[in-house]
């Protein structure tokens, strides 16, 4: 029995560059990971010292909520390299090989066309909060081009391992939908 991580190997196809972007679509899963620790970490901190100490927090509440929302945006392109999505697969199975080799190129150009859109945005709203020296306006005051920063990098990187699917979908190192051929 293969493991994820022998199958996530076979779709790059000894491909240097669906290697790289499949290792830093990894990074970014721990990375994620980390994060979710961290905010777990950061939450039973913040419980001890309000119901122990009894004492009032200053940062941990804005932290923990940066830290989730940033392990969302980072995930992103992880669950993408492991095929985390919900897939419904009643078309892709009803369709012969070449249709299904289609519409995957068809749904995957989309995808990628609507992410680029994605980045777009996310990159220029993380600009203006730099740009500006945006603060939140809590005790903490975190420069909010330090948070915001996720947002594009996370749209950015599942934006690459979009990228990196459908050039292994091109050169046959992926099947359409992960479907055999029938």
């Known amino acids: 029995m293969a493991t994820?991580?022998?199958?996530?190997?076979?779709?790059t196809g000894g491909n240097p560059f669906l290697r790289f972007v499949n290792g830093m679509s990894m990074v970014a899963g721990w990375t994620a990971a980390a994060m979710?620790?961290?905010?777990?970490?950061?939450t039973c901190q913040m419980i001890f010292v309000r119901f122990v100490l009894n004492q009032s927090t200053v940062w941990q509440t804005e932290a923990v909520i940066y830290l989730m929302v940033a392990s969302t945006m980072i995930?992103?392109?992880?669950v993408q390299h492991m095929?985390?999505?919900v897939n419904v697969d009643l078309i892709p199975l009803a369709l012969g090989?070449?249709?299904r080799f289609w519409l995957a190129m068809v749904t995957m150009g989309l995808s990628i066309a609507v992410v680029a859109v994605l980045f777009w945005y996310a990159y220029d709203f993380w600009h203006l909060a730099w740009s500006?020296?945006?603060?939140?306006e809590t005790v903490w005051a975190v420069?909010?081009?330090i948070p915001y920063l996720a947002i594009p990098v996370g749209f950015g990187?599942?934006?690459l391992q979009l990228i990196a699917d459908l050039v292994a979908l091109i050169t046959g190192a992926d099947k359409p939908f992960g479907l055999e051929t029938s």
């Open 97 to 99: 090989p070449r249709g």
């Open 4 to 11: 994820q991580s022998s199958a996530a190997r076979a779709r």
């Open 143 to 145: 420069r909010l081009w």
């Open 157 to 159: 990187l599942l934006l």
């Open 75 to 78: 995930g992103l392109s992880y």
């Open 83 to 85: 095929r985390g999505h």
């Open 36 to 42: 979710i620790l961290a905010s777990v970490l950061i």
């Open 132 to 136: 500006r020296g945006w603060k939140s």
